[in-house]
Nanobody, 117 residues
Framework: QVQLVESGGGLVQAGGSLRLSCSAS????????MDWYRQAPEKQRELVAS???????NYTDSVKGRFVLSGDAAKNTVFLQMDSLKPEDTGVYYC???????????WGQGTRVIVSS
């Protein structure tokens, strides 16, 4: 059973930074891509950032220039560095991966980020 475990969420003031981590129970290169989604209160879950196994990253427009997604294959971990946080970044952040062969979706349990104004 593949597991994704997020950590690093918390309460931060606007303008501050947080670094989220997603540790996988198997090598990150066994995923076609790994992504971060977030779900704000009473809103649908949205894709925030993604990284392919080739290291290509993509970001939703609202976080470009503020968030950086990176991976450490040796540690089976991906990171989401979030700077210049805004109250609208508040939500539960979920790590997601797609199995390279199975094409199955794997989700973590989520980590909560609260940005106060």
């Amino acid at each position: 059973q593949v597991q994704l475990v997020e950590s690093g969420g918390g309460l931060v003031q606007a303008g501050g930074s947080l670094r989220l981590s997603c540790s996988a129970s198997r090598s990150t290169i066994s995923f076609l891509s790994m992504d971060w989604y977030r779900q704000a209160p009473e809103k649908q879950r949205e894709l925030v950032a993604s990284i392919t196994r080739d290291g290509i990253t993509n970001y939703t427009d609202s976080v470009k220039g503020r968030f950086v997604l990176s991976g450490d294959a040796a540690k089976n971990t991906v990171f989401l560095q979030m700077d210049s946080l805004k109250p609208e970044d508040t939500g539960v952040y979920y790590c997601h991966g797609v199995g390279i062969f199975s094409r199955r979706d794997y989700w973590g349990q989520g980590t909560r980020v609260i940005v106060s104004s």
